[in-house]
């Protein structure tokens, strides 16, 4: 059985002008951790308070753990852990203070489940007098994990968990959600950073409302049609210029330190052809090399025609 099913999905705001989710169609397996990869204000967030019964959807239906997400959003609510972007929290509580609340709330204790947040709570054990709102980033993080997982859920929703956290507690982070899937629990989670995205099983990748690929990260890459070459110059501004002006040019962006470049054909003497005409533009010291796509490579293709 499906863990999560979304059905023509559609969220508007502001009487329907504005559409944040459109027709949004996709399936999480149960004991899966399923990435909903996109950037701000992509409709990521609308989906996760649709699905949380947050918010009624305006079309399509959906269910979480076999509930209906608009009849049945008690049963969901107690069956699932919520983790919004935004630390929502009781920042005045201490670390210890939240954590009983939220356990009290859904009629359980610490102790009764302790064994699934344990790894987690260790790290924030000696902090536990610790006012929450004193906590550093990373901490709240884990503070808000453990909150949402003290009923043993049967899914979890995390709404871009590391987004604003430093580069060692994004690592930690997603190295405690592997612990999770491995006890068993569905985990539905969202992030912006394309390099989080190979840690899930599947991934739906997910622009202005709507869904326009769903795989599983490797697969996904392979669909990239064509060669992918990475360009490097010393003057790289210059660069990107001259070659979006180059007329045998597909696409071309900045990534990291280099250009991502596709040819409109795919010939042996693409790269020749590029380094003559480059040498004629003045670049110098000018470094092609043809690279595997990434996930991002093939979003940015995507986002641009609308097409797998």
Known sequence: MDAITLDNITKTYNKGAVLA?????FSVNEGEMFGLIGPDGAGKTSIFRVLTTLLLP????????????????????????YMPGRFSLYQDLSVEENLKFFATIFETTIEENYDLIKDIYVQIEPFKTRR????????????????????????????????????VSRVEFWEMLK??????????????????AILCDRIALIQGGKILSVDSPGNTVKKYPGKMYAVHSINMHQLLKDLRA????????????????TFKEDNDDNVVKLTTYLAGKGQKDVEIKNIPAGIEDYFIKISATGNE
């Open 58 to 81: 305006d079309g399509g239906s959906g269910t979480v753990a076999g509930f209906d997400i608009v009849k049945e959003y008690k049963e969901i609510r107690n069956c699932i852990g």
């Open 21 to 25: 989710v459109d027709k949004a169609t």
């Open 246 to 261: 180059y007329p045998d040019t597909l696409s071309c962006f900045t990534f990291g330190d280099s250009m991502h470049l």
């Open 179 to 196: 612990r999770l899937k491995h006890q068993g629990i569905t985990i539905l989670v969202s992030t912006p950073y394309m390099d989080e």
């Open 132 to 167: 929450a709102g004193k906590l550093s980033g990373g901490m709240k993080q884990k503070l808000a994990l453990c909150c949402a997982l003290i009923h043993k859920p049967k899914v979890l929703f995390l709404d871009e968990p590391t987004t604003g956290v430093d580069a």
